[in-house]
């Protein structure tokens, strides 16, 4: 048997951080982010990561 080692967890002391990327999807690009938030498909890329910054700034 193998030795057990406590490992104490580090608390998170404020909001998430907010990763976001935007991902092509066809003829379509979508902005998401490490929360689990996903934009719409949006035809305009600029137009997607204009959603990613928004999320990043708002945390909604």
Same mark, same amino acid.
């Given at each position: 048997?193998?030795t057990?080692?406590?490992v104490?967890q580090q608390e998170?002391?404020? #909001? #998430?951080?907010?990763?976001?990327?935007?991902?092509?999807q066809g003829?379509?690009?979508?902005a998401r982010?490490?929360?689990?938030?996903?934009?719409p498909?949006?035809?305009?890329? !600029?137009?997607?990561?204009?959603?990613?910054?928004?999320?990043?700034?708002? !945390?909604?």
């Amino acid at each position: 048997m193998g030795t057990v080692i406590h490992v104490a967890q580090q608390e998170q002391t404020g #909001p #998430p951080e907010h990763r976001t990327t935007t991902v092509e999807q066809g003829s379509f690009c979508v902005a998401r982010c490490t929360c689990g938030w996903r934009g719409p498909a949006r035809r305009a890329r !600029g137009r997607a990561r204009r959603d990613a910054e928004t999320h990043s700034t708002e !945390g909604s």
